[in-house]
T-cell receptor, first 118, second 115 residues
């Protein structure tokens, strides 16, 4: 079964550094998402992306964050200048083109990237 | 805004015990409800879902019924196995908007099943 893949599985970076988290969504999917989970807290929506533009973003997704689909297969999340509070598990998710046309269509999640900011 | 509340974990059970993980929600619209599971080292996987009141979602022996009157979607399994040890997330999706399936998650409940 096709999977959403994320790399790396664990990223350690120093405060103030830029990081790029990478995701390869399932090939026929057209809607993409990033979620994150700070340890012990809820899984939170960050951003959704369709047709090469952001469709919705949360309050968390400030100017330090950006997303890109540079080559038609990868979907990246960039944090320009990481802060300690960015330490979390980041999940990429996708949904196929027809997935939004009926209620309850589930998102397909990757295994996540654990980001540790020191 | 919309929110999901689920019971604190960890929940520790012996094999073949009965499992209930409580989940309640608040939503201004008419959401779809989900349970996702995360096995160690893996991503979030859909376990089951329900899209309207009184629907029962079921999969792998797990069940949950969409109770609109109590705004609940409790997860149950009659006889748990060691392999069910994982973190379980209750979530809702407000489908009022036709776009972009934004999920709202609970905090997750860790289930530990011992032999």
């Amino acid at each position: 079964e096709p999977e959403v893949t994320q790399t790396p599985s664990h990223q350690v970076t120093q405060m103030g550094q830029e990081v790029i988290l990478r995701c390869v969504p399932i090939s026929n999917h057209l809607y993409f998402y990033w979620y994150r989970q700070i340890l012990g807290q809820k899984v939170e929506f960050l951003v959704s992306f369709y047709n090469n533009e952001i469709s919705e973003k949360s309050e968390i997704f400030d100017d330090q964050f950006s997303v890109e689909r540079p080559d038609g297969s990868n979907f990246t999340l960039k944090i320009r200048s990481t802060k300690l509070e960015d330490s979390a598990m980041y999940f990429c998710a996708s949904i196929p083109k027809g997935g939004l046309s009926f209620r309850g269509s589930p998102l397909h999640f990757g295994n996540g990237t654990r980001l540790t900011v020191t | 805004g919309d929110s999901v509340t689920q019971m604190e974990g960890p929940v520790t059970l012996s094999e073949e015990a009965f499992l209930t993980i409580n989940c309640t929600y608040t939503a201004t619209g008419y959401p779809s409800l989900f349970w996702y599971v995360q096995y160690p080292g893996e991503g979030l996987q859909l376990l089951l879902k329900a899209t309207k009141a009184d629907d029962k979602g079921s999969n792998k022996g797990f069940e949950a019924t969409y109770r609109k009157e109590t705004t609940s979607f409790h997860l149950e399994k009659g006889s748990v196995q060691v392999s069910d040890s994982a973190v379980y997330f209750c979530a809702l999706s407000d489908d009022r908007n036709t776009g972009f399936q934004k999920l709202v998650f609970g905090t997750g409940t860790r289930l530990l099943v011992s032999p």
